[in-house]
């Protein structure tokens, strides 16, 4: 491994002290701090930003380690760079030139949610990196195979792998395994992943043995396809780095580039069929074999222009689902709890901007009724998100007193809904006729109104939280003066003392 660290990039090396000091790692010299005590007399660990030390400070370091378990967690680090390096030098190397494939590795890539969503925590136990190598036979290879999972809540909040299935070019099925889950299962999700009880109880592989499949699968370079792929892969905990996935390289014209087709929607526009019925569970074959289907159509047709935007009714998994949004980073995910009201988890979403000054979360209920419900209870002023989502803005008050502010937006588009509404207030026109029609009319343009309100509420709400931010700066500059105020006289002093001294030496 020396040489590998020898030959490695700050940035990696930087990642890698990082991450053993948040694990607290301990090579022969101890911790990074205890390192830096002995290994910078000067400064010693008062300067323990790994960023902030030279590359010799950080190889010497990592090179302290030994242990078999240690190598195998920087070893992984390593190979995960490597393959984003590979990939990357390809995509460089063939501009101009590469293959349809390899240009849908590269639309992947370049889409501005990749690096959110696959940024994975690989050197986590039980995490697979695969290994790409740099042979030109490996970095263009155009075989393909489309994946897809289900998952089921387990004890804890977790989801656990119980289906996987694995399709071909050809559509021939090279893996389709019901996967026996390491946690107690809360929740199957029948009517979602068409999965029950007795699937599992013959279920003999372990996510480890899927893990292995699926490396004979894409051990020669082979693409890995899919919907939303990331999810599929936090699934398998699988790190893989030549990847399509059909929710980036197709878009919708004239809405914003994190607003993806659904693979149901896209099938309807793309292949002419839907995936499945309305209400029907997921098919793991079914939506592999579309996925690959997809990437064949947009292989053979080309596919550039966006396609139209249709209103679709969302999962019924994320339907259960709540987004607290613009929630400042002191505030503790447990406040949570005090402001939604109802039986939920939560999830960390992963943050945008390593250094930003909000977190997001998802709260997650049994079902899109709960969730629902727990909306209409929030206390806050309702309004909508950029994309027409509704949302609320809330101000609460800490269990230390402290004030705080967040949103809690749903998951549906309101144009989805609107669109039924619209269906419905359609068909009471015809029954009712012109009186009702009217009425509704009124009713509408009451409810334009108050839209109004709400986003001047909106603004009101951000101006209030603005001006307490101000205020504790302002709070901060009148310290850091005081500060500065007592080093002067501090200084002072001392020339002082020195102009004395001077004197009674008669200098």
């Given at each position: 491994?020396?040489?590998?660290?020898?030959?490695?990039?700050?940035?990696?090396?930087?990642?890698?002290?990082?991450?053993?000091?948040?694990?607290?790692?301990?090579?022969?010299?101890?911790?990074?701090?205890?390192?830096?005590?002995?290994?910078?007399?000067?400064?010693?660990?008062?300067?323990?930003?790994?960023?902030?030390?030279?590359?010799?400070?950080?190889?010497?370091?990592?090179?302290?380690?030994?242990?078999?378990?240690?190598?195998?967690?920087?070893?992984?680090?390593?190979?995960?760079h490597a393959n984003r390096k590979v990939v990357e030098e390809s995509k460089t190397k063939s501009h101009g030139n590469e293959s349809p494939e390899q240009r849908l590795i590269s639309l992947t890539l370049e889409h501005p949610q990749y690096l959110l969503d696959y940024s994975f925590p690989s050197h986590e136990e039980g995490w697979v990196v695969t290994k790409i190598r740099q042979k030109s036979k490996?970095?263009?290879?155009?075989?393909?195979?489309?994946?897809?999972?289900e998952m089921v809540l387990c004890e804890g909040g977790t989801e656990g792998l119980v289906r996987v299935c694995v399709v071909d070019r050809n559509l021939q099925v090279k893996l389709n395994e019901f996967v026996k889950p390491d946690k107690a299962v809360v929740d199957y999700r029948t009517e979602i992943t068409g999965i029950c009880e007795k699937d599992l109880d013959e279920a003999t592989s372990s996510l480890a043995d899927i893990q292995r499949s699926m490396q004979k699968l894409l051990s020669h370079g082979a693409i890995l396809v899919g919907h939303s792929l990331h999810n599929d892969l936090k699934a398998l905990k699988l790190d893989h780095a030549r990847v399509i996935d059909t929710a980036f390289i197709f878009k919708y014209e004239n809405q914003p580039m994190n607003r993806r087709p659904s693979l149901n929607n896209l099938c309807k526009s793309i292949l002419g069929y839907e995936v499945r019925r309305k209400g029907a569970p997921h098919n793991c074959v079914d939506d592999a074999s579309a996925a690959m289907k997809l990437v064949l159509a947009k292989l053979e047709q080309?596919?550039?222009?966006?396609?139209?935007?249709?209103?679709?009714?969302?999962?019924?998994?994320?339907?259960?689902?709540?987004?607290?949004?613009?929630?400042?980073?002191?505030?503790?995910?447990?406040?949570?709890?005090?402001?939604?009201?109802?039986?939920?988890?939560?999830?960390?979403?992963?943050?945008?901007?390593?250094?930003?000054?909000?977190?997001?979360?998802?709260?997650?209920?049994?079902?899109?009724?709960?969730?629902?419900?727990?909306f209409e209870k929030i206390p806050g002023i309702l309004g909508?998100?950029?994309?027409?989502?509704?949302?609320?803005?809330?101000?609460?008050?800490?269990?230390?007193?402290?004030?705080?502010?967040?949103?809690?937006?749903?998951?549906?588009?309101?144009?989805?809904?609107?669109?039924?509404?619209?269906?419905?207030?359609?068909?009471?026109?015809?029954?009712?006729?012109?009186?009702?029609?009217?009425?509704?009319?009124?009713?509408?343009?009451?409810?334009?109104?108050?839209?109004?309100?709400?986003?001047?509420?909106?603004?009101?709400?951000?101006?209030?939280?603005?001006?307490?931010?101000?205020?504790?700066?302002?709070?901060?500059?009148?310290?850091?003066?005081?500060?500065?105020?007592?080093?002067?006289?501090?200084?002072?002093?001392?020339?002082?003392?020195?102009?004395?001294?001077?004197?009674?030496?008669g200098l």
């Open positions: 491994m020396d040489s590998s660290i020898v030959n490695a990039e700050k940035e990696v090396l930087v990642e890698m002290v990082k991450l053993a000091q948040k694990r607290g790692m301990e090579g022969s010299k101890g911790t990074w701090k205890n390192f830096l005590n002995t290994y910078d007399r000067k400064f010693g660990s008062s300067l323990s930003d790994p960023s902030k030390r030279p590359v010799d400070a950080l190889v010497s370091f990592l090179k302290t380690f030994s242990k078999e378990e240690d190598l195998k967690f920087f070893a992984k680090i390593f190979q995960c490996f970095t263009r290879s155009n075989a393909m195979v489309a994946v897809d999972c080309g596919l550039d222009d966006a396609i139209p935007c249709v209103h679709e009714d969302l999962p019924a998994n994320e339907m259960a689902k709540l987004l607290l949004h613009k929630i400042p980073n002191d505030v503790p995910i447990e406040e949570l709890y005090r402001i939604v009201p109802g039986k939920f988890t939560t999830e960390v979403q992963p943050m945008k901007k390593a250094r930003g000054e909000y977190y997001s979360a998802l709260a997650i209920f049994r079902n899109s009724q709960k969730a629902s419900e727990a909508k998100d950029s994309s027409g989502r509704s949302q609320k803005s809330v101000s609460f008050q800490l269990s230390t007193g402290a004030s705080a502010s967040l949103h809690v937006r749903k998951m549906a588009y309101a144009d989805s809904l609107s669109q039924v509404t619209s269906r419905k207030r359609s068909s009471q026109f015809e029954i009712s006729g012109d009186s009702k029609k009217s009425k509704t009319d009124e009713k509408t343009e009451d409810k334009e109104m108050e839209v109004k309100p709400n986003e001047c509420e909106d603004h009101k709400i951000e101006i209030e939280r603005l001006k307490e931010v101000l205020s504790q700066r302002d709070n901060e500059l009148s310290s850091l003066q005081k500060v500065m105020s007592q080093r002067d006289k501090e200084i002072s002093t001392l020339h002082t003392i020195i102009s004395n001294l001077t004197r009674k030496q």
